[in-house]
């Protein structure tokens, strides 16, 4: 196979309401809860410049502009900062190149599918990768660094997926698996939502995708799906078996810190690898007795 064509752009949707975590999110972003001290976007733009992407695509909303100031220069507080020597190293990765990230706007939340699809300009004819942010994936090397090296050998298009239990095959896009070589599964086709009684397996999709550009095309003319909204994993089924389809088993661990327990779990995960305040955290937890 000659190489695939590079995967340069990253789109974060981000424009979601984060209903699951009001009223936290009544006025912030859920991507800017922050697990320990940066918030979750932070985590997955690290994610993806690890992985060798290079410019970033946030389809964002209204109340969403927190997340453009947070890469964005500040002034007064680097101005301040620097007036009274303190450590700026905390702000490192919050400032990118100039141009390296493009905003685009969802006006309306019409579903992760129609997210993606107001990227497209910006995308443009390339293949391209998604990551949501709500979705921590924490590995060495990360996610979508994986990904990349799992693409170099199959191009096409590939999926993160991760097994749950049966019965949360509900909540999730749904693969359901061909052959498996290694870390990569053929996908055959993919559902979103199903009930566990008809989910084809019950290995979900946690939010991290490289996908050929035709997949735009597809998304242009495509209806509502489960909850109502335009799916991407219905867009991504039309293109199983015109292009090669794989999903990777991510070598880490997934918090789904859309979700309040997850949330919770994730800051514990991160807190305890923390040399400055994991000791604290532990004494704290084995006080408990849990
Ligand atoms: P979720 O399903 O988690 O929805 O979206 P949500 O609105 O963020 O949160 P809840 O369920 O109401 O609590 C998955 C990802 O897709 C984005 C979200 O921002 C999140 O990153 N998304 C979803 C959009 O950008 N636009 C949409 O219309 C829907």
């Not at 424009?15 to 918030?39: H, N, Q, S, W, Y």
């Not at 190293?89 to 990230?101: D, S, V, W, Y």
């Not at 599918?113 to 060495?140: K, M, Q, Y």
């Not at 859309?258 to 949330?263: I, R, S, V």
């Amino acid at each position: 196979m000659t190489s695939p064509r590079p995967v340069r752009t990253a789109v974060f949707p981000v424009a979601g309401l984060g209903t699951r975590f009001l009223p936290a999110t009544k006025a912030i972003p859920k991507e800017m809860l922050p697990i320990v001290d940066r918030p979750l976007i932070q985590y997955a733009v690290d994610e993806a410049l690890e992985a060798g992407i290079e410019q970033l695509v946030f389809v964002t909303g209204r109340g969403k502009s927190a997340i453009e100031d947070h890469f964005d220069m500040a002034y007064e507080l680097e101005d301040t900062m620097e007036a009274r020597q303190k450590d700026k190293a905390a702000l490192e990765g919050t400032r990118l190149a100039p141009g390296q990230i493009a905003y685009v706007r969802q006006q309306e939340p019409l579903g992760l599918g129609h997210a993606v699809w107001c990227a497209r300009s910006v995308v443009g004819n390339e293949p391209f990768a998604v990551i949501l942010p709500d979705e921590l994936l924490i590995g060495t090397p990360g996610c979508m660094s994986q990904m990349m090296s799992a693409y170099e050998k199959v191009g096409g298009n590939i999926v993160c997926a991760l097994e749950v239990a049966r019965e949360e095959t509900r909540k999730y896009g749904i693969v359901d698996p061909g052959e498996t070589d290694g870390a990569l599964t053929e996908v055959r086709g993919l559902v979103e939502k199903p009930d566990p009684a008809d989910a084809p397996s019950n290995l979900m999709l946690p939010g991290r995708y490289i996908l050929q550009p035709q997949v735009m095309d597809i998304l242009k003319t495509q209806g509502v799906g489960a909850g109502g909204e335009i799916q991407l994993t219905d867009a991504m089924a039309s293109m199983i078996g015109t292009q090669p389809f794989h999903a990777f088993t991510f070598d880490g661990v997934r918090h789904d810190c859309g979700d309040k327990a997850g949330f919770v779990n994730a800051t514990i995960d991160l807190a305890l690898q923390r040399e400055d305040i994991a000791p604290v955290i532990r004494s704290f937890l084995a006080k408990l007795n849990i």
